[in-house]
C-alpha cells in the first residue's frame, strides 16, 4: 500500500511523514518543487510475536506502508503542469492520499493564504486535483475522438463514453470518487490514476494546546466523511513527531500524561485499513511470521499470489484457522485436535486475523 500526503504549503505535511515513517525528511525551510520524500514504514502489530512464539519463528516480518511526500498544492499547480507534472505524477500511483490540513495557530509560521482556514484549504487543494484530473480528460478525449473518428471500436467507444462521464462530473466541481462505475468502466480509466478518484484520508493537524478540543474539531469535520470513500483523523503533528522519537516507556508515560489513547501512527493505520478495505492474514512457520495484506473480499487463492506468483498457480487448499484460535489453543496440534483447522478451497473469502498455511502442488 502507497499513501501520498498532500496539503497546502506549510501546514506539516513532511512532519506527518516524518511522524508515520520514522523517518528524518527536512522540516520548515518549504519542501522545494519537484523534491519528493519516500518512505517504507513497518505496519505495528501486536498479533505477530505470540503467533512467533508458537512456531519457534527466526524472524518476525510485518507488513509495510510506503508512504510519499511532496510539497505543497499551489494554486500554480495546473498552470505550471510541466514543473509539477513529476509530482503529480507520482501522486497518481499511490493507493490512497492524505491530505494534511492546519489547523494549529502559529504566527513564526505564516499560512501561504494569510490566515489559518482548513475547510478553505480543503476546497483549494480538491479544486487543484479536480482541475488536474480535468486536464487529463480532456487531453485523453481530444486524442481518443481523433484517432477514432470513422471507427467504431467498441473498447474506445466505451472508453470515451466513461471519460465523458468523468468530465461531466469534473465539470462539476465533483470528485471522481464518488461515481458509481461498474467493475469493467473502472478498470478502462484505472490507468490515468485519477487524482480525485483516490480514498481520501482528511488529516487535521492541531497544536499541543488544541488536544483538549480534539473531539469537537473531528465531530466538525466528521461531515467530509458523508463524502464516499472518504475518512477524517485529528493528530497534533509537532507532538506525535516528539513522541515518536522517545523510547517506549517514555512514550506511554508522556501519553498517560497528554491522555492520548492510541497513537497517531496507530489511529492513521488504522482508518486507512478502513478506507481501503484492507484486511491483514498471517503465515506462521519456523522460518518466519509474517503480517500480510490483502484487500477485503480476496480469496485464499489471492493470498497465496500475494506470498509468491507461482503458489497462486500450484494452489490446492489452505489450512486455515483465526488468529485468536490458535493463539488460545498455543499449538497447531492443540488447534487441530479441537477441530479449529479447516481445509479452505480456492474460493474462501480471507477474513481479518486468518492464520493461513497454503499447500502448492510441487510439481506445478
Ligand atoms: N506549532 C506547530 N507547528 C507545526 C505543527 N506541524 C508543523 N509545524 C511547523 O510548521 C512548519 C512547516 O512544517 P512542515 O512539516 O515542513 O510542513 P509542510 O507541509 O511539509 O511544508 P511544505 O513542504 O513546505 O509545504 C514547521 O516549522 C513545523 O515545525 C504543529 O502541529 N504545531
Ligand atoms: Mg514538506
Given at each position: 500500500?502507497?499513501?501520498g500526503?498532500?496539503?497546502?504549503?506549510?501546514?506539516g505535511?513532511t512532519?506527518?511523514?516524518?511522524?508515520?515513517a520514522?523517518?528524518?525528511?527536512?522540516i520548515?525551510?518549504y519542501?522545494?518543487?519537484?523534491?519528493?520524500n519516500?518512505?517504507?514504514?513497518?505496519v505495528?502489530?501486536?498479533?505477530?510475536?505470540?503467533?512467533a512464539?508458537?512456531?519457534?519463528?527466526?524472524k518476525?516480518?510485518p507488513?509495510?506502508?510506503?508512504?510519499?511526500?511532496?510539497a505543497?498544492v499551489?494554486?500554480?499547480?495546473?498552470?505550471?503542469?510541466?514543473?509539477?507534472s513529476?509530482?503529480l505524477?507520482?501522486l497518481?500511483?499511490?493507493?490512497a492520499?492524505?491530505?494534511?490540513?492546519?489547523?494549529?495557530?502559529?504566527?513564526?509560521?505564516?499560512?501561504?493564504d494569510?490566515?489559518?482556514d482548513?475547510?478553505?484549504?480543503?476546497?483549494?487543494?480538491s479544486?487543484?486535483?479536480?482541475?488536474?484530473?480535468?486536464?487529463i480528460?480532456?487531453?485523453?478525449?481530444d486524442?481518443?475522438?481523433?484517432?477514432?473518428?470513422?471507427?467504431?471500436?467498441?473498447?474506445q467507444?466505451?472508453?470515451?463514453r466513461?471519460?465523458?462521464?468523468?468530465?461531466?462530473?469534473?465539470?462539476?466541481?465533483?470528485?471522481?470518487?464518488?461515481?458509481?462505475?461498474a467493475?469493467?468502466?473502472?478498470?478502462l480509466?484505472?490507468?490515468?490514476?485519477?487524482?480525485?478518484?483516490?480514498?481520501?484520508?482528511?488529516v487535521?493537524?492541531?497544536?499541543?494546546?488544541?488536544?483538549?478540543?480534539?473531539?469537537?474539531?473531528?465531530?466538525?469535520?466528521?461531515k467530509y466523511?458523508?463524502?464516499?470513500?472518504?475518512?477524517?483523523?485529528?493528530?497534533a503533528?509537532?507532538?506525535?513527531l516528539?513522541?515518536s522519537?522517545?523510547?517506549?516507556?517514555?512514550t506511554e508515560?508522556f501519553m498517560?500524561?497528554?491522555?492520548?489513547?492510541?497513537?497517531?501512527?496507530?489511529?492513521?493505520?488504522?482508518?486507512s485499513y478502513?478506507?481501503?478495505?484492507?484486511?491483514?492474514?498471517?503465515?506462521?512457520?519456523p522460518?518466519?511470521?509474517?503480517?500480510?495484506t490483502?484487500?477485503e473480499?480476496q480469496?485464499?487463492?489471492d493470498?497465496?499470489g500475494?506470498?509468491?506468483?507461482?503458489?497462486?498457480n500450484?494452489?490446492?487448499?489452505?489450512?486455515?484457522?483465526?488468529?485468536?484460535?490458535l493463539?488460545?489453543?498455543?499449538?497447531?496440534?492443540?488447534?487441530?485436535s479441537k477441530?479449529?483447522?479447516?481445509?479452505?478451497?480456492?474460493t474462501?473469502q480471507?477474513?481479518?486475523?486468518?492464520v493461513?498455511?497454503?499447500?502448492?502442488?510441487p510439481?506445478?
Amino acid at each position: 500500500m502507497k499513501i501520498g500526503i498532500v496539503g497546502r504549503p506549510q501546514v506539516g505535511k513532511t512532519t506527518v511523514f516524518n511522524t508515520l515513517a520514522h523517518s528524518n525528511a527536512e522540516i520548515g525551510g518549504y519542501t522545494s518543487r519537484g523534491q519528493i520524500n519516500l518512505s517504507t514504514a513497518n505496519v505495528p502489530d501486536d498479533r505477530l510475536k505470540p503467533l512467533a512464539e508458537i512456531s519457534g519463528s527466526e524472524k518476525t516480518t510485518p507488513a509495510t506502508i510506503d508512504y510519499v511526500d511532496v510539497a505543497g498544492v499551489t494554486k500554480s499547480d495546473v498552470e505550471q503542469a510541466e514543473l509539477d507534472s513529476g509530482m503529480l505524477a507520482e501522486l497518481r500511483t499511490v493507493d490512497a492520499l492524505a491530505h494534511v490540513v492546519r489547523l494549529f495557530e502559529d504566527a513564526s509560521v505564516p499560512h501561504v493564504d494569510g490566515s489559518v482556514d482548513a475547510e478553505r484549504d480543503i476546497e483549494s487543494v480538491s479544486l487543484e486535483f479536480t482541475l488536474a484530473d480535468l486536464q487529463i480528460v480532456e487531453n485523453r478525449l481530444d486524442r481518443l475522438r481523433k484517432q477514432f473518428q470513422n471507427q467504431k471500436l467498441p473498447e474506445q467507444q466505451n472508453e470515451i463514453r466513461v471519460l465523458e462521464t468523468c468530465q461531466e462530473t469534473l465539470e462539476k466541481g465533483e470528485p471522481l470518487r464518488g461515481l458509481n462505475l461498474a467493475a469493467n468502466e473502472e478498470k478502462l480509466i484505472r490507468g490515468y490514476g485519477f487524482l480525485t478518484q483516490k480514498p481520501l484520508l482528511i488529516v487535521c493537524n492541531i497544536s499541543e494546546a488544541q488536544l483538549d478540543a480534539a473531539d469537537e474539531i473531528l465531530e466538525h469535520f466528521t461531515k467530509y466523511e458523508a463524502e464516499p470513500r472518504t475518512a477524517v483523523i485529528v493528530l497534533a503533528a509537532q507532538l506525535e513527531l516528539e513522541l515518536s522519537q522517545l523510547d517506549e516507556t517514555d512514550t506511554e508515560i508522556f501519553m498517560a500524561e497528554m491522555g492520548l489513547q492510541a497513537s497517531a501512527l496507530e489511529r492513521f493505520i488504522q482508518t486507512s485499513y478502513q478506507l481501503l478495505e484492507l484486511l491483514t492474514f498471517f503465515t506462521t512457520g519456523p522460518v518466519e511470521t509474517r503480517a500480510w495484506t490483502l484487500q477485503e473480499g480476496q480469496t485464499a487463492v489471492d493470498a497465496a499470489g500475494r506470498i509468491h506468483t507461482d503458489f497462486a498457480n500450484a494452489f490446492i487448499r489452505s489450512e486455515t484457522l483465526s488468529w485468536d484460535d490458535l493463539v488460545a489453543c498455543g499449538s497447531y496440534p492443540e488447534a487441530r485436535s479441537k477441530g479449529l483447522l479447516r481445509a479452505e478451497g480456492k474460493t474462501y473469502q480471507v477474513q481479518e486475523g486468518d492464520v493461513l498455511l497454503i499447500l502448492a502442488n510441487p510439481t506445478h
